[in-house]
């Protein structure tokens, strides 16, 4: 048993059974996590460089946490403050970093296709923690093991995604994961967030009715409105949305069953979310985080069997 | 293949470890038994079912370790790990860790390591079924052997389990 692949480019690239091995060994570093010394020797002799040329939190201190409690080394870049702001190009940077006996690249950057570009030019394995509106795979990864822990399967599971669909690389690595895995997908929210022809090109339900879909749905996965991606304006308010596709207490509590509520963060508690549904018992929004550290365990330890080690 | 131990003969040596450390360890009452995934759990539960036999089963504390993430061969051969269960604490504890094979101590000094990750035992002590003599790269001995053999590199030791194999036999391929 082994990866198809040498990195972590996006789910697309990946087959059911890659999927399914990243989800097994995420279970077992789940249970490391739960020990006295929650660290394995595993990746002692590897080196890995964390390239964020965008802001993150969540998914920075996790890869970073994952990281240690692989027992790699680590280096930490960041592009404001670096060389970057003088001109140097993405290519340049990471050699230069890489001439340095680097084995393993975490990156994330605005531009969707960055990743790939690099695995094209340099040697070591790259890992996406999300490229421009693409895809975001250690996130479908995570929360793919949330919705397996909670609901027991995949397959056959009713995910409805909500909310800004048109920008989200989260949406996206989500889609193909479910898809692949045989669960049943929905994407609702208002049509200027919603991309003509989704249905045909990968295969999900389309809504514009969020409470049909919450009645539908076994797992309501909701999206940050992202703001920073729009250039123009797709709906009238933040007001207004949250109006029309906001989860609101009364709209849980109307429906006829009890749904599970997912969000990757950060939050706009009031936007797409009320602040009494993201700290209600029925979110399991902490408990992502906290699979997202096995996770990314999992995905470096298995690249990391691919990789060849540096001076070696 | 030649046969080393036919299933009733495997039987009564399953039979004789389990007895072996009881009387070293009497009423198990400092003592806990920790087989090592994924084949090592076949002889653990065996053993560990002939010991209930002798002493009740609450006395008994029983855990399951995996060291796949402690291997020292990480970067030749990715390898699915399986699950570890050492639901009670090992701090100044007896551990006997229990295994099918012992060949090159690669496996048990691994088990070793993962095994401090959970406290610092008083003692720790072996128990494998197959002891294949002379193969050794570490130096690691068992405290329980069932059989002790004489094999050659190019050869290999199997155990075949009823739950998993179908079968109960130990053989050597050539």
């Known amino acids: 048993m082994s990866l198809s692949t040498q990195h972590l480019l996006g789910i697309r690239d990946l087959t059911k ?25 595993s990746l002692r002799d590897v ?3 964390n390239l964020f040329f965008e802001n993150s939190t969540r998914t920075r201190i996790s890869f970073e946490l994952a990281e240690k409690r692989l027992s790699a080394d680590t280096i930490n870049f960041a592009a404001s403050g670096s060389s970057v702001s003088k001109g140097e190009t993405l290519l340049d940077t990471v050699n230069n970093i890489l001439s340095m006996k680097v084995d393993m690249v975490v990156m994330r950057h605005s531009a969707s296709g960055a990743p790939h570009f690099l695995a094209k030019h340099i040697p070591a ?27 027991g399967k995949l397959e056959g599971a009713r995910i409805a995604i909500i909310g800004d669909i048109m920008h989200s690389r989260v949406a996206q690595s989500n889609i193909y994961l479910l898809k692949k895995m045989g669960a049943e997908v929905t994407v609702c929210g208002p049509p200027t967030l919603i991309p003509k022809y989704i249905h045909e090109a990968l295969g999900v339900n389309v809504s514009y009715n969020l409470k049909e879909t919450l009645e539908w749905c076994d797992v309501a996965n909701v999206l940050r409105i992202q703001l920073e991606r729009q250039n123009q304006v797709l709906f009238s308010s933040l007001r ?13 509590d109307d429906l006829h069953k009890e749904i599970v509520i997912m969000h990757p963060g950060p939050i706009n508690r009031g936007v797409e979310l009320d602040s009494d549904v993201a700290d209600s018992k029925q979110s399991i929004i ?8 096995a996770v990314r365990m999992a995905v470096l330890y298995l690249l990391a069997g691919k990789t060849p080690v540096s001076n070696n | 293949m030649k046969s080393i131990l036919t299933g009733p003969q495997l039987a009564i040596t399953i039979k004789r470890l389990a007895h072996q450390i009881l009387e070293n360890n009497i009423d198990l009452e400092n003592t806990v038994l920790i087989g090592l995934q994924p084949r090592g759990i ?10 209930k036999k002798e002493l009740s089963a609450d006395k008994v504390k029983y855990g399951k370790l995996d060291i796949t993430f402690y291997r020292d061969d990480v ?11 050492i639901p009670f604490s090992i701090e100044g504890k007896k551990v006997v860790l229990i ?7 690669r496996t048990i000094r691994a088990a070793l390591d993962a095994l401090l990750d959970f406290g610092r035992p008083e003692k720790v002590e072996l128990c494998v079924l197959i002891d294949r003599r002379f193969s050794r790269q570490f130096p690691i001995q068992p405290d329980y052997t069932g059989k002790s053999i004489d094999s050659i590199i190019s050869q290999k030791v199997r155990v075949f389990w009823k739950e998993k194999d179908g079968k109960e036999e130990v053989v050597i391929l050539d």
């Open chain 1, 17 to 41: 059974e890659d999927i399914s091995l990243f989800l097994q060994t995420a279970e077992q570093f789940k249970e490391v996590l739960q020990r006295p010394v929650k660290k394995v020797p």
């Open chain 1, 47 to 49: 080196t890995i460089v």
């Open chain 1, 125 to 151: 394995a790259i890992v996406n923690a999300g490229d421009g509106i693409n895809e975001h795979p250690t996130q479908a990864l995570l929360d793919a093991l949330s919705i397996k822990e909670k609901t």
């Open chain 1, 240 to 252: 207004e949305y949250n109006l029309s596709y906001g989860i609101s207490r009364k709209l849980l």
């Open chain 1, 286 to 293: 902490l408990q992502q985080v906290e699979n997202g550290v």
């Open chain 2, 42 to 51: 076949y002889l653990s539960d065996q053993v560990v079912t002939e010991i």
């Open chain 2, 75 to 85: 970067r030749n051969e990715i390898r699915i790990a399986n699950h570890t269960d």
């Open chain 2, 99 to 105: 295994d099918d094979v012992l060949y090159t101590g």
